[in-house]
Every structure is written in C-alpha cells, then in structure tokens.
C-alpha cells in the first residue's frame, strides 16, 4: 500500500512510525520536514489530502503537536475522511464505522508504543460492508458533494 505520510516537525514519533510503515512492507512518500521541507499544519494536511484525494496515495497518515490542526486541513479535502486517533480502539473504530482514509496523531501525546497499537489496528481494521454501518458510511461520504457552496467562515 502506498502511504503518505507528512507532519508540521519532524521528531523520533514520525521517525518511528515511517520506519514501521517500511517495515510493513508499505511504501511510504513524505512531506513537510519529514522530507526536509518547512511546511505548517495546515499545508501538510492539504498535501496529504490531496495525494489521498486524487488516489496517488492509497491512505495517509498525519502528526502535528495535538493532531487536531492536520486533521481539520486534510478534512477540508473532498475525498478525505481524516480521524484523529488516540490509542488502538478509536483507529478501530474510525476504520471500521467510518472508512477513515487518513490517520492523524498527536506529537504530544502519543509514544512510540501506543502509535505501533494504532498502526496494528488501523491496518488490521477494514471498513463495514454491510448493515446500517455501511449505509452511515455512504451517507458521510455523500456530504463531499452535499455543501460545496458553503458560506462557512
């Protein structure tokens, strides 16, 4: 699977979880400082929004200090549904009842450990199929379309 992965800073957290996407057999494009270059939260989450957008990346994965910021921006991004996960149970369940495509982490709060659980869980969780669970999925995927003319400030 193709994974883009971008952060606002580069520290032993994106270090760690880039080298286990590798190890995973992932492969892995960088943005940001991540690949040398001095990009803000909101630019970093559009970059990988777009790359999952547009299908050049089959999913994304985001950092910045509370990983908040970069799942705001790359939701701004048709096509993106960005879940910012704490530990393994909320990556399950952003997966599985909500065909989450991008993966945020908080640089603050997040240890090496508990990033190798969400990876686990992310990557071992597929999106519901069937069932009312499928149908919500359709349905928020369905508001991509629904209010592009929003006057939201």
């Known amino acids: 699977m193709k994974i883009a992965v971008g952060s606002d800073e580069k520290t032993v957290l994106t270090d760690f979880v880039v080298e286990e996407l590798k190890k ?3 492969t892995v494009v960088l943005f940001g400082p991540l690949k040398g270059e001095a990009m803000g939260w909101p630019d970093v989450g ?3 929004g777009l790359d999952v957008s547009n299908r050049r990346a089959d999913q994304g994965v985001l950092f910045c200090w509370t990983g908040t910021g970069v799942t705001i921006a790359a939701n701004k991004v048709r096509g993106v549904r960005a879940a910012l996960c704490w530990d393994a149970e909320t ?3 952003a997966r599985m009842w909500d065909d989450a495509n991008v993966l945020a982490m908080s640089l603050r709060s997040t240890s090496t450990a508990i990033a ?3 990876l686990d869980s ?3 969780t597929s999106a519901a199929t069937t069932g009312i669970d499928a149908e919500l999925i359709e349905r928020a995927k369905a508001l991509d379309t629904k209010h592009l003319q929003s006057t939201a400030k």
Request: hydrophobic share 40%; aromatic share 14%.
């Open 116 to 118: 190798k659980e969400i």
């Open 24 to 26: 995973r057999g992932h």
């Open 46 to 48: 559009e970059k990988i």
């Open 122 to 124: 992310w990557f071992a």
């Open 91 to 93: 990556a399950k369940g």
